[in-house]
T-cell receptor, first 110, second 112 residues
Framework: QKEVEQNSGPLSVPEGAIASLNCTYSDRVSQSFFWYRQYSGKSPELIMS????GDKEDGRFTAQLNKASQYVSLLIRDSQPSDSATYLCAVKTSYDKVIFGPGTSLSVIP | NAGVTQTPKFQVLKTGQSMTLQCAQDMNHNSMYWYRQDPGMGLRLIYYSASEGTTDKGEVPNGYNVSRLNKREFSLRLESAAPSQTSVYFC???????????FGPGTRLTVL
């Protein structure tokens, strides 16, 4: 079993809708969780980090963490065509080891 | 302040050839990482280095070696390249006390 898994894509949503991206992880001692966005042909860039159970909001983005269920999600409200990218879930599993999931490709249709 | 730089940007090798991918950061970061990215596979950790002088294996270390030359530089070596190592390679760094990883622009490697 891969350490970090994400719902398979591609995911298509109409402009203005909510996009929901999901991630599960296997290492129960993980404490730090991240969402990176990667545009085609570019490097990943951090958009959200979350460390405690519950929700964390930043503009149109909300990250949700449930450590008991080993589940992390990212909601994108009012999706825009510029949000079309691959979203990578990442988990820091020990002092310095950061593992990424396979990514979910999101397409926002105008 | 260039952030994380990688050389070369593109490389084509023949099976069995060797090469070293270079990575440098100018942010005084302690931790550095090498990932490979293949279609549908996300980023897979090859090796990482928590500090100068230390290196640890990641998810897919076979066929690779690394050197943390100093605090700035972290190189990845392929001793005998194989077609399965065709991929995009990303280097990243992270500062002490923070969790944000900063990525380089990537090296696109093709092994024929």
């Amino acid at each position: 079993q891969k350490e970090v898994e994400q719902n398979s894509g591609p995911l298509s949503v109409p402009e203005g809708a909510i996009a929901s991206l999901n991630c599960t992880y296997s290492d129960r001692v993980s404490q730090s969780f991240f969402w990176y966005r990667q545009y085609s042909g570019k490097s990943p860039e951090l958009i959200m980090s979350i460390y405690s159970n519950g929700d964390k909001e930043d503009g149109r983005f909300t990250a949700q963490l449930n450590k008991a269920s080993q589940y992390v999600s990212l909601l994108i409200r009012d999706s825009q065509p510029s949000d079309s990218a691959t979203y990578l879930c990442a988990v820091k599993t020990s002092y310095d080891k950061v593992i990424f999931g396979p990514g979910t490709s999101l397409s926002v249709i105008p | 302040n260039a952030g994380v730089t990688q050389t070369p940007k593109f490389q084509v090798l023949k099976t069995g050839q060797s090469m070293t991918l270079q990575c440098a950061q100018d942010m005084n970061h302690n931790s550095m990482y090498w990932y490979r990215q293949d279609p549908g596979m996300g980023l897979r950790l090859i090796y990482y280095s928590a500090s100068e002088g230390t290196t640890d294996k990641g998810e897919v270390p076979n066929g690779y070696n690394v050197s943390r030359l100093n605090k700035r530089e972290f190189s990845l070596r392929l001793e005998s390249a194989a077609p399965s190592q065709t991929s995009v390679y990303f280097c990243a760094s992270r500062g002490k006390g923070t969790d944000t990883q900063y990525f380089g622009p990537g090296t696109r490697l093709t092994v024929l």
